[in-house]
């Protein structure tokens, strides 16, 4: 196949199907194992120093929030991150350990841009910046997803978008028409907060799945967060409803309100004043450290974090019963 | 005489009226949501809303905040997740796509990456977000913006999302679905449209107290005109009570 056009973007995490497939083999257990360990352990035991890590859904909509709290709190460095996100790389961007970035995008939505993003890049202390749209990385999660070492996409043609990524462009060998191959895209280590896990990994999301689906299928290492333990027979009584079963997931750590401030669609609302705090606080270097001393690393863990913001204040964010506002 | 209303508000009620009944749009956060909540509630009480973390056909009664919150697919008819709803703008199946940037140009090719260099830039902007995929693969692509001769360049920084491109078969060439670009781009001071032959932006209408000449003076490159520029109507009594009263009553956007 005639490659037309190269991204001259670096091409971070290589995709390496066959390594993926006996990853897959020898580290990912098929029996059900009993995984529900505190946040701490399953950190510690699967985060390393240069990983290349990766965080769903968006933001502040069921967002793996406890689990990079404490990914920051223990200091991990050299990191390389599938850019995605909201607060949870924003927050991970003030660390200034973030090396390398596969970025589709950072930023804060209608509170605008990051600043902890322009300081990371503009400075250079993110040393690789490789661009991606949101379908692009999403679809390299599919590719490897589906064990293959590519995707074609009808996205990023003709730009400076697929000029600063790691694409290529190909003539398509059975139209002769250009189209985008994008690389799989393997993870290290993803946090990913769900509705409900029992005690060996089987997922229920409710709502929209965002991009969960394809990513739990792309990481060697999958930490998963849930606002609620359930029963495996739960999870026995409607199969259907499960989008990440028990084997893609090494740890499972019980985090109620694990994406606050952020929301959790039918459970809780986001907790737009801290939101607002976190934004402002931001804006200046000194203050974000400050507000990662406050809410990061002050609190040992999840538990105390809970305690800090209040659980009265967590829980009038509830909705009412039947998921009414 | 009607009410007063601020450049917003004309942004949104313009953008409004460009949505159509019984077709579908992808919708991003800020002045598209709102301009299809008032769609919705006016002209096109079956615009299908598309929301890229998979809601479709969200009936808009309160605000999302964020493009992946519980409201895009509240009462919805379907929820699913980003992989769906991009095939299926890839698919041909979504109509309209609403963008911004810091930059366009005059192919409204749309900047949202960076300011300056890459590898160094001045300015680092959140990035394309779903942006590259609403430009490349919805019909047609209506572009929201501020107007000024910074934002409006003859060259933008960085192709993030992309427009015409270089002009006229350049999106084909490039391996971009036929048929495909940008339609509209509404501006805080007019309405430009895209000449069919050259691909150039083309000022069609001009807000209510604004001259073409301040519209090109606000423009970095030149402009074609329209053989005969409109008046964009201002918002109704009835638009800006649904915005104020129903849409944004705390005036989140507004």
């Not at chain 1, 090396?99 to 950072?106: C, G, M, N, Q, V």
């Not at chain 1, 949101?134 to 590719?143: M, P, S, V």
């Not at chain 2, 260099?117 to 919805?138: I, M, Q, T």
Request: hydrophobic share 40%.
């Amino acid at each position: 196949m005639h490659v037309v056009e190269s991204g001259i973007g670096p091409l971070i995490q290589p995709p390496d199907m066959n390594a993926f497939r006996e990853w897959n083999r020898k580290h990912k257990t098929k029996a059900l194992v009993d995984k529900l360990m505190s946040e701490q352990e399953a950190v510690a035991r699967f985060m390393f120093d240069g990983a290349y890590i990766g965080t769903e859904l968006y933001g502040t909509v069921r967002c793996p929030m406890s689990l990079i709290r404490e990914v920051i709190r223990q200091g991990y460095k050299d990191l390389r991150v599938a850019g995605q996100g909201v607060m949870e790389l924003d927050i991970l961007l003030a660390t200034g350990r973030v090396r390398a970035l596969d970025i589709t995008y950072i930023g804060n939505e209608v509170y605008g841009i990051s600043a902890n993003l322009r300081r990371e890049v503009e400075s250079g202390r993110v040393q690789q910046v490789v661009e991606w749209s949101n379908g692009g990385i999403t679809w390299r999660f599919k590719a490897a997803a589906m064990g293959v070492p590519f995707i074609p996409v009808r996205s990023m043609l003709g730009t400076d978008t697929l000029k600063y990524s790691a694409a290529k462009v190909v003539e398509c060998p059975f139209t002769g028409e250009k189209v985008a191959l994008l690389p799989a895209l393997i993870l290290d280590v993803g946090f990913i907060h769900v509705h409900r896990a029992d005690r060996y990994g089987n997922c229920q999301i409710d709502g929209i799945a965002g991009f969960a689906t394809e990513m739990a299928r792309a990481c060697k290492r999958l930490i998963v967060s849930a606002e609620e333990i359930i029963p495996t027979d739960e999870i026995r009584q409607r199969p259907d409803r499960t989008v990440i079963p028990y084997y893609l997931v090494d740890a499972v750590v019980h985090a109620p309100f694990g994406s606050h401030p952020g929301e959790m669609c039918y459970v809780y609302r986001r907790d737009e004043e801290l939101i607002r705090e976190w934004v402002k606080e931001m804006e200046q270097p000194d203050t974000a450290q400050a507000y990662l001393q406050k809410y990061v690393y002050g609190p040992k863990n999840h538990d105390e974090y809970m305690d800090l913001v209040g659980r009265d204040c967590l829980e009038s964010l509830r909705y009412r019963k039947g998921g009414e506002r | 005489m009607s009410t007063e209303y601020n450049p917003r508000e004309l942004l949104i009620c313009v953008a409004a009226r460009l949505m159509e009944d019984g077709t579908t749009a992808f919708i991003g956060t800020g002045i598209p949501m709102l301009a299809a909540a008032l769609a919705q509630k006016l002209h096109a009480p079956n615009l299908v809303t598309v929301f890229e973390f998979g809601g479709t056909g969200a009936i808009l009664e309160e605000l999302p905040l964020a493009v992946g919150e519980e409201r895009t697919f509240h009462r919805a008819l379907s929820a699913t997740g980003i992989c769906d709803t991009m095939e299926t703008a890839q698919r041909g199946f979504i109509e309209y796509g609403f963008l911004g940037g810091a930059q366009i140009d005059p192919y409204g090719n749309l900047n949202s990456t960076v300011i300056g260099d890459h590898a160094r830039p001045k300015a680092r902007l959140p990035g394309s977000g779903g942006a590259n995929d609403v430009g490349s693969h919805c019909w047609r692509t209506i572009a929201i913006m501020q107007h000024d001769a910074r934002r409006f360049v003859p060259k933008v920084d960085f192709i993030t999302t992309p427009g015409y491109l270089t002009g006229p078969g350049a999106r084909e060439a490039a391996g971009l679905p036929p048929g495909t670009g940008p339609y509209r781009v509404v501006s805080s001071l007019a309405l430009m449209g895209f000449d069919d032959e050259t691909k150039r932006m083309k000022l069609l209408a001009v807000h209510p107290g604004v001259t073409v000449e301040q519209v090109i003076q606000n423009t970095g490159f030149e402009l074609l005109l329209a053989d005969r520029i409109e008046q964009t109507p201002p918002p109704t009594d009835e638009e800006l009570r649904l915005l104020r009263e129903e849409i944004d009553p705390h005036h989140l956007y507004i």
